[in-house]
């Protein structure tokens, strides 16, 4: 049974930081790209980053405009957990946010497999 475990949201003010964790675990492959979405209340949820090794293509990353230059996603292979380390945060980054895993499609619009959903609220 694939898994998804998210941890290491809260509360922050505006221009702190903070790193969301996402545990994978289940089988070897669901890690191949992974990546995180979010869902502000009353809105629709939202591809966030991503990072994948689909076809060799070496832990390439992609990046909401929203997000590009504030968040960083990397990957710890011997854990199988990703990572986003959210700086700078605003308190429009204020969502729920959801760890994706796929085993062969980089998750910037939909994925295979889901977190439960981690809290960050970014106060002003």
């Known amino acids: 049974q694939v898994q998804l475990v998210e941890s290491g949201g809260g509360l922050v003010q505006a221009g702190g930081s903070l790193r969301l964790s996402c545990a994978a675990s289940g089988r070897t492959d669901i890690s191949n790209a992974m990546g995180w979405f979010r869902q502000a209340p009353g809105k629709e949820r939202e591809f966030v980053a991503a990072?994948?090794?689909?076809?060799?293509?070496?832990?390439?990353?992609y990046y909401a405009s929203s997000v590009k230059g504030r968040f960083t996603i990397s990957r710890d292979n011997t854990k199988n957990t990703v990572y986003l380390q959210m700086n700078s945060v605003k308190p429009e980054d204020t969502a729920v946010y959801y760890c994706a895993a796929d085993q062969y499609r980089v998750p910037t619009r939909t994925a295979a497999y889901w977190g439960q959903g981690t809290q960050v609220t970014v106060s002003s």
């Open positions: 990072i994948s090794w689909i076809g060799g293509s070496g832990g390439s990353t």
